[in-house]
């Protein structure tokens, strides 16, 4: 059993035993004022995973919503930037981090009454997850019912030490290898590497980009630096720590936790021991099952041996079979039956007649009819937020996409569809941004992206699981998407902004050409009438100009 930070010790890595292995976590000082106020309202204050209580619901969400932009850990974030705006002089009988033994009291009572699932889906806990790998955040960030923020690449410099190290993960098994003095080396080069060229394309930037009479300093500034950011993101490994907050029912947190037992990375199934000890102190009935060999073991048992079977299988059916070129985005699937069916959705509702009935008249209706149907649903979209209806859902799309480590980070989050992945390797080569080669950053990036290779190479023989940490995320990633017309419009106008980054928009914008030529899905295309194709020379110019005028600067 994983014991979860014994001690207290301030300004040193924090040791989890778990068995033989080690795992190191950065713990924060906190004074003895600091520690009286967040007793109260987290349940540790030195591990990595901690549950937010007793705040306002609106708090928690706004903490979340600070968190992704922030470098700071959230019990910082919330001393500094929250604290002061709440009232907490009747907290002061509270100790969050003792667990909440009258809760679990009502809920095992609750349970006994009205049964398991159903209550699990209506008792929620925001979860701060702390210092994971790029690798563990896509496995966290999985389940589509829960609700997630994770620390953005383009606001924080990736180059500001953590307790004194680097901000990547440092897995316990590796280290203890012989690789592990390499494996410190290299990831330490290729985080100077990132920290130089990021100085550098910051300056070329700044020097060619203008500033514009309307734009302050700090404003520009900003952009310029995101921009910068956002070209060199690429240079990091996706062992770079990152923080998450996840919100979620304690039915989706429980089915998170099983999947992390059956995971086949060890930083996974360690911080899932993590997970479930904090989670305990808040929702301990909703998780009862977790622990029952016949329930959740099992459960757990069934995810990690279907995994290792099919892996197995497919390995011997193919992997004597060649990669085949590909383009960066294909449409492999989509029904050409697609626009009767949508019509006959927008019927459905306002209509007597059973859906077959309703796809034979589509079926005659003239061009003039169909058309003024849709329009008629779509109407006038005054922002992306207008969405169609559900009729929508009658379509599905599915694609298979190559592309940098990075985009498919921002892709991935996306919840309300099919996504899968395959495995972080550098078999697919690489990404490297134009800006990178005119600030003269080419030699740098490419001997990290060399450096990064050798390294996965070097550990893929004998800890195959903990080799994708090497792999910087330029390297692109193949993965396949499947969803439908309605979460596309969704996607694509939201992905298209001109305040995202390059790689992804590039990828969901070639999606809508797809649409409208391939699939001939043009009224699907042309309902997506917040799609933005314009490329700005600073993407996040406009956004930073309009939180300036909220602060009132």
């Given at each position: 059993m994983l014991l979860a930070f014994p001690g207290r010790w301030r300004g040193v890595a924090r040791t989890v035993w778990d068995g033989p292995t080690v795992s190191l976590y950065v713990p924060e000082e906190f004074s003895s004022e600091e520690s009286d106020v967040l007793r109260r309202y987290f349940t540790n204050l030195d591990g990595p995973v901690f549950a937010l209580v007793n705040l306002p619901e609106v708090v928690k969400g706004a903490l979340f919503a600070r968190y992704s932009r922030s470098p700071k850990s959230l019990r910082r974030l919330f001393l500094d930037e929250f604290v002061g705006d709440l009232d907490i002089s009747g907290d002061h009988t509270i100790d969050a981090t003792v667990g909440l033994r009258r809760a679990e009291e009502l809920?095992?009572?609750?349970?006994?009454?009205?049964?398991?699932?159903?209550?699990?889906?209506?008792?929620?806990?925001?979860?701060?997850?702390?210092?994971?790998?790029?690798?563990?955040?896509?496995?966290?960030?999985?389940?589509?019912?829960?609700s997630y923020l994770e620390q953005s690449t383009r606001y924080i410099n990736y180059d500001v030490r953590l307790g004194g190290r680097y901000r990547y993960f440092r897995d316990p098994?590796?280290?203890?290898?012989?690789?592990?003095?390499?494996?410190?080396?290299?990831?330490?080069?290729?985080?100077?590497?990132?920290?130089?060229?990021?100085?550098?394309?910051?300056e070329h930037v700044r020097a060619t980009v203008?500033?514009?009479?309307?734009?302050?300093?700090?404003?520009?500034?900003?952009?310029t630096r995101a921009k910068a950011l956002d070209a060199t993101r690429g240079m990091l490994p996706a062992a770079a720590l990152s923080n998450v907050g996840i919100y979620g029912s304690g039915q989706a947190f429980e089915a998170l936790l099983l999947r992390l037992r059956a995971h086949p990375l060890p930083e996974a199934r360690e911080y899932g021991e993590l997970m479930l000890h904090e989670l305990r102190k808040v929702i301990p009935s909703f998780l009862r099952r977790v622990d029952v060999p016949e329930?959740?073991?099992?459960?757990?048992?069934?995810?990690?041996?279907?995994?290792?079977?099919?892996?197995?299988?497919?390995?011997?059916?193919?992997?004597?079979?060649?990669?085949?070129?590909?383009?960066?985005?294909?449409?492999?699937?989509?029904?050409?039956?697609?626009?009767?069916k949508l019509l006959a959705a927008i019927c459905y509702p306002h209509s007597a007649r059973p859906e077959h009935q309703?796809?034979?008249?589509?079926?005659?209706?003239?061009?003039?009819?169909?058309?003024?149907?849709?329009?008629?649903?779509?109407?006038e979209r005054e922002n992306r937020?207008?969405?169609?209806?559900?009729?929508?859902?009658?379509?599905?799309?599915?694609?298979?996409?190559?592309?940098?480590?990075?985009?498919?980070?921002?892709?991935?989050?996306?919840?309300?569809?099919t996504i899968e992945w395959q495995k972080l390797t550098p078999r697919h080569g690489y990404v490297?941004?134009?800006?990178?080669?005119?600030?003269?950053?080419?030699?740098?990036?490419?001997?990290?992206?060399?450096?990064?290779?050798?390294?996965?190479?070097?550990?893929?023989?004998?800890?195959?699981?903990?080799?994708?940490?090497?792999?910087?995320?330029?390297?692109?990633?193949?993965?396949?998407?499947?969803?439908?017309?309605?979460?596309?419009?969704?996607?694509?106008?939201?992905?298209?902004?001109?305040?995202?980054?390059?790689?992804?928009?590039?990828?969901?914008?070639?999606?809508?050409?797809?649409?409208?030529?391939?699939?001939?899905?043009?009224?699907?295309?042309?309902?997506?009438?917040?799609?933005s194709t314009e490329e700005p020379e600073l993407e996040r110019l406009e956004a930073e100009r309009r939180a300036e005028q909220r602060r009132g600067g």
């Open positions: 809920y095992e009572k609750v349970f006994v009454e009205y049964g398991d699932d159903s209550v699990a889906q209506l008792g929620g806990v925001h979860l701060a997850c702390e210092q994971a790998s790029n690798i563990l955040t896509k496995a966290l960030e999985w389940g589509r019912l829960m098994a590796v280290l203890a290898g012989r690789l592990g003095t390499r494996y410190v080396g290299d990831m330490d080069r290729m985080f100077d590497a990132y920290s130089v060229a990021l100085d550098a394309v910051t203008g500033r514009g009479a309307n734009v302050s300093d700090f404003v520009f500034r900003q952009a329930r959740g073991g099992r459960w757990s048992t069934y995810l990690a041996t279907t995994r290792e079977r099919t892996a197995e299988l497919v390995a011997t059916l193919f992997d004597d079979e060649h990669v085949a070129p590909a383009p960066p985005v294909t449409l492999v699937d989509f029904d050409p039956d697609a626009e009767d309703l796809l034979d008249r589509v079926a005659r209706l003239g061009a003039a009819e169909r058309l003024a149907l849709v329009r008629a649903y779509v109407g937020r207008h969405k169609p209806g559900r009729a929508f859902e009658r379509i599905d799309y599915r694609f298979d996409v190559l592309s940098d480590y990075g985009a498919f980070r921002d892709l991935q989050r996306h919840r309300m569809l490297r941004p134009e800006l990178v080669d005119d600030a003269g950053q080419q030699p740098p990036f490419d001997d990290a992206m060399a450096r990064s290779a050798a390294l996965y190479d070097a550990l893929a023989g004998e800890l195959s699981q903990q080799a994708s940490y090497a792999v910087a995320m330029a390297y692109r990633v193949r993965y396949v998407m499947q969803f439908n017309a309605r979460a596309a419009i969704h996607l694509l106008e939201l992905r298209s902004g001109s305040q995202g980054h390059p790689a992804y928009r590039r990828v969901v914008l070639e999606m809508h050409r797809l649409i409208a030529e391939q699939a001939g899905h043009r009224a699907v295309a042309e309902a997506m009438t917040h799609l």
